[in-house]
């Protein structure tokens, strides 16, 4: 355990991956939070889907495998996939989750086609594209770091501005827009701010699973308090938690994967929340009720 | 004619409101004129478009024609003038935030963007609560209020608004004794100080003791003025299409206590 | 066509088929992500019987896949039913943890088995016509294509059977209870065709077709159908078409075939989001600005009939008095007046309008009905 505290913080690699994790775990918490309180938990699964054609379109135009711009390509794409799933939500009687379904699947499947036409061109590139798949959090170097600060710092700056916008935005829209507020222009702005939490996250975790990065550490944060700005910050540090644990765990062994092991740690942390939060916790409510039981047996003994 | 200086306009003038939803007309060629200082009640059968003309006048949904002025001009000019309460289950009342967080909601139209809520904000939203009997709800969390309580806070939220108009979509609906009779008080109050209120109402019973005019509305406007002379046998039935009973004598001045039965 | 070509088709239709069909009841109860949570969280399910029976080619991995998708259900509802996370977040909790596992053990324990996460996502029909179906030394055709027409038949056969039950906990679960039909086990069943059909299908095409397979073609289909039979037909069809298509598309491009049928479905709901009639984008804009024209024809008969045995009749039935009191503007009213006139309502002579006798008619019906 020193050992790993010692690699922590003089391991080059353990360093960048952690402070990576870190930093994505943050971002996607606070951000994803809103998603979760506006029953929108899904719409992290179809952006982070969304964003593989952004990827390959971004390599075949530019032909540059910068991240930042492969970050840029993901976020377009994904910001395009939800738009479309607002427009049909909107102008057809097709749901919200069928039309994330389609948008989800649809743009990974042109996703799919645009790699593998990639990989006729030239065989050795498509790996450095490969790795959005899963992500491949030991390959980050520490300039991806300080995108991924940059970036999510952008996001987070601008949901402390916009903060009370955005609660009456997820709170009660209708009654936002008669006091004068533009409610779709909002909605585009937090659709924005988690597309870019969640390209932030792509590079180290990968498309499949980065939409639970997304849900994980709000609902874990929500368990243990009734405050929005409390909620917000926990699920970032939870999120943080769970980077950063994930990270340290992937780098005792050979062959541990680093984005499973971020979002086992935040399932861990989901499940901990759900049983021990007090007042919310299900072990405190079984207590509680066991307790409230004794004491209504006895004070109905005490009764004459 | 539209009266086109404030002084003379309406609080709220409506002509030819045409509302329509795949196909259907919801509301349809709905002129309204609603005086000043008046507590109105709009009421009709299911799916009269009750709720859709508090909507429309709001801008809430899209109209296929006609317009909406307020004080003689576009909502838009004059959103300050304007309060909405909307109903109660429009929103998610297991959201992390507090009593007090809510009715502070009700200044942001006027801190415009960015800046927070103070202490200014703060005060007012205590005040609002005093006024509906629920400052010592202050700090409690919305999951835990009953829907009497729940009212009443929306209605504090449109009270620390200011305004001069308010709109109220069934704010009776499914309350306590208690909190109805606040709320009438609280109407009343608006009332006297020269408030123009405009409420959604489900029961008809209550028509001629709580408001002064009502709007008697199916799709069409049917009638439109003064309870005494609009909230009639032979105008209700024209609105509800003859499934409605009355019971118990008229009372002298000719208004009847009148039951709906069954819907559209 | 050689051989091959044809079987990968054949495959890819009743893939298209199977799926659409519990597909269907998915997009209708509003739980289309349970396709995507189930065939991905399949995976694990997948691994653990792998690790018993230590063979790919065991069916012991398909029994454990489809256990996996209904435990997958099972644990969705139970966080649901906590009362602390709400159904989206609980299969957004629970698929990435099930996966996640399953990656995480691959990664550890099986890595050098053919195994490979990517053919999990991707699938790769391509090889499909290379696993022959064998018996006695007769060669029947691809395992895939008869695995698939079973779960097919299992599809039609089930939902055929429960029709009558699936239909009404679809539309009225209350009634349903209350009738006695046990919604909860109708939608455990459909859950357990669901995870079949992803099982099989996903050996072929990979997770994400099949989420695509499952939803776009019964979105299309509801798009340009409100009877259930005919989106059940036109969803099996609508996938047909987006599997050949698709499949050609690769051929075409030389590129993954899941990903072109993937696309070829999104097209076609595109397609029908567009062009549907009645229910499609285009549709209900011409539908909403012929609705305009036709009330504000309609309101200038009102007009014209409300006033026209009043004193100032005369004023109000002038065309520039129109623009003032129903606030019309100029080019708009004169648009209404020419529909009107050429509809036979009204006449129009320089400033003043009259009504004709359908006119009246028309503005009777108005105010009464």
Redesign the interface.
Known sequence: MPDLLHDLFFDYTLRTVALGAAILGIVSGTLGSYAVLRRQSLLGDAISHAALPGIALAFLLTGSKAPLVLVLGAAVAGWLGTLLVMGVVRSTRVKFDSALGIILSVFFGIGLVLLTFIQKREDATQAGLDKFLFGQAATILAQDVVTMAALGGVALLLMLLFWKELKLLSFDPEFGSTLGFPIRALDILLTTLLVIAIVVGLQMVGVVLMSALVVAPAVAARQWTDRLGLMIALAGGFGALAGVSGAVISSTAARLPTGPLIVLCASALVLISLCFAPNRGIVWHALRQRRNRRRLHVEGEVIP | ??ATTTATAHPITV??L?V?YH?R?VL??VDLDVPRGVLMAIVGPNGAGKTTLIKAI???VPV??G?VRIEGKPL?EV?RR???V?QRG???WD????VL??VM?GR??A?G??R??GHRERQAALDALEQVGMRDFAGR?I?QLSGGQQQRVFLA?ALVQDAAIYLMDEPFQGVDATTERTIVGLLRDLRSAGKTVVVVHHDLQTVPEYFDWVTLLNVRKIASGPVEEVFTPELLRRTYGGHIAFLGQPDQDGTVAAVAGGEE | MSAPQLEIQLIAVVVAAACALPGTFLVLRRMALMSDAISHAILIGIVLAFFITEDLASPLLIVGATLTGVVTVSLVELLNRTGRVREDAAIGLVFPVLFSAAVLLIARYAGNVHLDTDAVLLGELAFAPFDRFIVAGWDLGPRALYLMDGILALNVAVIGLLYKELKLVTFDAGLAAALGFAPAVVHYILMWLVSITAVGAFEAVGSILVVALMIAPPATAYLLTDRLPVMLGLGALTGAVAAIGGYWLAHWLDASIAGSMAMVAGLLFGAACLFAPQRGVIAAARRRAAQRWEFAQTMLAIHLFNHRDTPDAATESRVDHLQEHLRWDPDFAAQVIHRAERRGLIHHHGQALTLTGEGMRVAREALVG
């Open positions: 004619m539209l002509r030819d045409t329509a196909d007309a349809w060629d709001l801008g809430l296929v024609a317009q838009a959103r304007v309060a909405y909307p429009s929103v998610d959201f992390p935030t507090s967080d809510v909601m942001y139209g801190l963007w960015i927070r809520p969390q999951s939220r």
